[in-house]
């Protein structure tokens, strides 16, 4: 693969088209629940408007393992990967960008012109990217699909210029990495969607990289009962240490713990952030009359929730998705690179570990029995 540091640079910034393909090592699944092997796939030359990064972080996101495991439709063979960093390898005919220039993925970028965008709402964009994205080919010439256009656990990848946001230099690209789904995810949840107020209560139902963003998120909101629940014991740690005032197992017990917590109100939020009908039932019992549930976790299109209708009525609770974190990505993802830089952002509590791009389906497998906040692959 070219080094980045040796693209050469165009007059007036950007560098000289590039029209060669290049080959990079990837972490790629040749079927659902098959094994993840990293093997050598080809990547187009940046085409007029795009780019090729050579990543530098990416992390190990629940989303990916659900394409593989059945929960999300998916084509194969698939590139794996969605949420990570890296800096402008190459640039395409009419790219604004610069060689060397660091970068945050955008797996949603939007497209400024359909009706959602036109009225504020672009994390609802109607050209989102769907699950997998025909791109490239394997080594051995079988056509390849990107995980929602990115396919990020790659030495590199080609997108569109606009589904990558610049950030400044200097930043830890194992916490980086995490701006793009992660951190933005659980942060908008709480700012954009939930607009979680000073002296409310707060319960996060699943405690993987997300939740333990929205825990962090819910504190420097204000929240002054912030309830992390997992049904793993050995979360609780992680959870004090990302902000939660108490972490609870999620067991039969759970509604009382939490009322007991409460004034035997219930929470005035609860974020799901795993993506089960049984999980989302929960956080609908722990909220209070009149409170809000904000279901951030992505499940299967079969998993029905099912509510009683005299309930939906007699507790006027709200039931919402926050689709990535009701953000716009292009102007909030600078703005957390900008706290993460000063350090008014601390991520560090959400890696859990790094690991070189061979490690990648160890990792997966550490994410398959909910070990961890977020692993993340770096690569040199």
Not at 222 to 229: D, K, S
Request: charged share 20%; hydrophobic share 45%.
């Amino acid at each position: 693969m070219t080094d980045p540091e040796l693209s050469p640079a165009a007059p007036g910034g950007g560098t000289e088209p590039v029209s060669e393909p290049v080959i990079v090592r990837a972490l790629v699944a040749r079927g659902s629940g098959a094994e993840l092997r990293v093997e050598p796939v080809r990547l187009p030359a940046p085409g007029p408007g795009e780019v090729r990064v050579a990543i530098r972080a990416a992390g190990v996101c629940h989303s990916d393992l659900s394409m593989v495991n059945g929960t999300l439709a998916a084509r194969f063979p698939l590139v794996l990967g969605h949420e990570a960093t890296g800096v402008v390898a190459a640039t395409g005919p009419g790219s604004q960008l610069t060689v060397g220039t660091p970068v945050v993925l955008n797996w949603a970028p939007a497209c400024r012109a359909c009706w959602w965008c036109q009225r504020g709402e672009p994390w609802l964009c109607a050209a989102t990217t769907a699950p997998t994205v025909p791109r490239g080919e394997t080594d051995d010439g079988v056509p390849l699909h990107l995980t929602l256009g990115l396919g990020a656990l790659a030495e590199a990848v080609v997108v569109p210029e606009r589904a990558v946001i610049p950030i400044p230099a200097g930043l830890p690209p194992e916490q980086a990495a995490l701006l793009g789904c992660a951190v933005l995810t659980g942060v908008g949840a709480v700012r954009n969607t939930a607009r979680v107020a000073p002296g409310e209560s707060v319960a996060v139902v699943g405690l993987g990289g997300v939740g333990l963003a929205v825990l962090s998120a819910a504190r420097r909101a204000g929240a002054t009962t912030i309830l992390a629940v997992d049904v793993a014991e050995a979360k609780r740690g992680l959870a004090l240490a990302a902000g939660a005032t108490d972490f609870l197992l999620s067991d039969d017990r759970l509604s009382k713990e939490v009322r007991a917590r409460t004034e035997s109100r219930g929470v005035d939020h609860a974020f799901e952030c795993v993506g089960r009908a049984a999980t989302i039932r929960a956080a609908w019992r722990l909220t209070r009359r009149g409170g809000a549930v904000t279901v951030v976790g992505m499940g299967a299109k079969d998993d029905m929730v099912s509510l009683g209708a005299l309930d939906i009525f007699h507790s006027a609770r709200t039931l919402r998705s926050s689709v990535y974190g009701s953000s716009d990505p292009d102007r909030e993802v600078p703005a957390l690179a900008a706290e993460l830089a000063d350090g008014a952002l601390d991520l560090r509590v959400l890696v859990s570990g790094t690991v070189p791009l061979d490690e990648a389906p160890a990792a997966f497998d550490r994410l398959a029995r909910g070990e961890g906040a977020r692993w993340v692959v770096t690569l040199s």
